[in-house]
């Protein structure tokens, strides 16, 4: 099917991510930074059996959804998904390509750039004009400042966004569902070159915290492993994941992929609260995005007062028992 | 276990300025007298090339000019010149400028420079020849054949905290080579071993300091590129040896930084601490007012001088630039001889391939390059400069001075010296007085986030990364030592002198005493713990390739 292209402003292919017909949660992030652009948006997904997913995505107010469904794209390869959006990108031809920064694409779309010889823009926060042309907003020196980059030369302009940089829930659905159509691909043999071996999870109990809407994460300030459960016992009543900064996880006293900051996960709740988290810039710049910050902190110069929203100044063995015997009441 | 090899003509281990000298030197060497194609390996433990690449820096450009006369044309950048030299001598309150810059710290014809930058555009450099440039890879091991060098191992990849594999684990790679080159580096890993097993110990023991350095942005107006001040005095006693740098680079970038001797002697200073009062003097905090801090980083940096260089060439292998302690200590100068010396080493390598003899007996030609080129010129003469500031300061400028003025000929014989962590001296013999406690530096400053920074926010600046789940890199032979005799005796210092809040001493959880935790992830692989650790238990060997700091703009 051939693709016209708007007049005025830029067109916008998104790459949605999916992994047996769920959708990762952050591809309605990067849908939302494209409608942001004002332009057109189409979405693109890759796999197979992918009729639920396109159903889904074209609930969003975009103009088409574009399934490329390929018994060899059904595991991801970098080869096979930079062969098959190299093909999807060509025929739509548009001036911008978004992707959420996710594991799979730091790994194939560089590649997938590289490949069209058209620059990548990886981990923006957001998007603005530099010029009357798109600028991306991107962090750098580990966030102490954030650059506009306007990129230059043919497009396409591949652009990925940090999760948690836009909310899913402010994504424009449209009046009536988008049309649907398959993209069809020929993967010559030989093109794939990695062995798809079976899924395997390195930590026992992978909890994925960037999903989750109210985080209780807890610092130095719970002293050992045998308070925890108090902070447990917190989260349990809010209907919140447990989280923790850099000692915890470091002591063994909760796993590694309960990391919030800069060596673990960045992640934007509806709520954080903090609890005996002083605050250092490497916990900040994992957290700082959350709607709504509590902190809860002996010291009253800690830094994690400067971006909580809330802040109690007290003991945490006083103050959560008593936030659970007010959530119980 | 399946292990990988790889065989080359010439490896180079550590892509820093040395390594990258050599390499580039080889490869030329190659297209200038032909013959059988020379294959060419660096490995470099930094995930791009430059990352971990810290310096002042001034350049002095001969080595430079040694290996790429056409650097200009090559868009080598250097290009701020120094334009302005000053030297202060600080005390608290107030500053006294020296009327004149003693010649060995004129800086006329020399550049301010990034040395992140300038080590990025000598790996293009190096590629562009030819070069495999391994980014990502450090060599863990030395591989030998009877007691010659025959290549090195790389690390592995894909062990968890336990030293198990991970899902994605692969082994270390053989990299094997008729010579290797070590350029690893201040208190590198390998030459350490080197050094060890054959006893190549030099003359006076290597003798170290601390470079801790940052970044800052300031309205470019303020002070023009190009300008060099150096300080001595305040914030470091007469017993503490070192001084402050102030660099200006174009468009308000900054460079701020403390050198502190490693062989002070009061074991509760805290060398991070002497570099917030630094920047608090009115001399720096004037400069700096406004302004923001945008990188951080700290390193080690061998003082030792000729005396402390050890013998540098064995069967099958050289030693160069830092790793052997080519550092000018009066000049403040290093990244110069560490290109000469790899120039040099480069020269006795090819010679000794192409004559199918890699003997120590055939690389010496790398030694007689040496004492007959510049490398000895500059370092002969300031030989016993180090050892006498061990004396303190007085003494330290009066040798300095009489070394110039009589061109080295005296004092003539190695002054006496010691590894400087024999001079830290214990807690009860530093504060005869009474109890001192352990857990405050003697030079503590409040930090207010904005001039000053602890240790942990000025650590994020390094850019430092590592994988979490991997094998601590920082391996403390007794731990027991650390809660029990080193308590008692000079109260952790390793919590004070590590840059990087990598050692912490925190409660053991039973109430009646405390542990040491090792923050591994934090580590800027600076090697003071390895150099400064008053017992010699520490050793520092590198984390899974790829992993430290990010020192872009650095």
Redesign the interface.
Known sequence: MPFGRGERTDMVLVIAEQRDGVLNNASWEALVAAQQMGGPVRVAVAGADLGAVGTELAAADVESVLTVDHPDLAAYTPDGFVAAFAAVVADAAPDLVFLAHTYQTREFAPRLAARLGRPFIADCVGVGSRNDRPAFVRPM??G??VADVAPTGPAPHFVSFQIGAFRPDALKRGAAPAPVAAFPVTIEPGTIRQEVEAP?Q?AKQAVDLTQAERIVAVGRGI??QEHLKIVESLAAALGAEVAAS??I???GWLP?DR?IG???QTVAPKLYLALGISG???HL?GMKGSRTIVAVNKDAEA?IFEVADYGIVGDLFDVVPAIIAALDA | MERETLEVDVLVVGGGPAGLSAAIRLARLQQQEGGDPLAVAVLEKSRQSGSHMLSGAVLDPSGLDALLPDWKERGAPVETPVRDDRIYYLTAKSRFRAPITPPPLRNHGNYVISLNRFVRWLAEQAEAEGVDVFTGFAGTEVLYEGDRVVGVRTGDRGLDKEGRPKGAFEPGVDIRAAVTIFADGVRGNLTKSLVRRHGLDAAAPQTYAIGIKELWQIPPEREAPGTVVHTLGYPLRHEEFGGGFIYVLPEGRVAIGLVVGLDYRDPRFDPHMAFQRFKQHPLVAGLLAGGEMTRYGAKALPEGGWYAIPRCHLDGALIVGDAAGFLNSMRLKGIHLAMHSGIHAADAAFAAVRAGDVSAAQLVRYRELINHGGIRRELYPVRNVHQAFGAGLAAGTAVAGLAWLTNGRWPARPLSSEPGHERLASLAGYYPGGPADPDTPSNAVKVDRALTFDKLTNVHYSGTRHDEDQPVHLLVRDTDICRTRCREEYGNPCVRFCPANVYEMVDDGTGNGRRLQINASNCVHCKTCDIMDPYQIIDWVPPEGGGGPEYEGM
Do not use: L, N
């Open positions: 020196f580990q102490k400042f395997f390195e002293k050992g850099r000692p996880c470091d002591s590694m990391q800069s060596s673990g250092a810039i490497q710049v830094p």
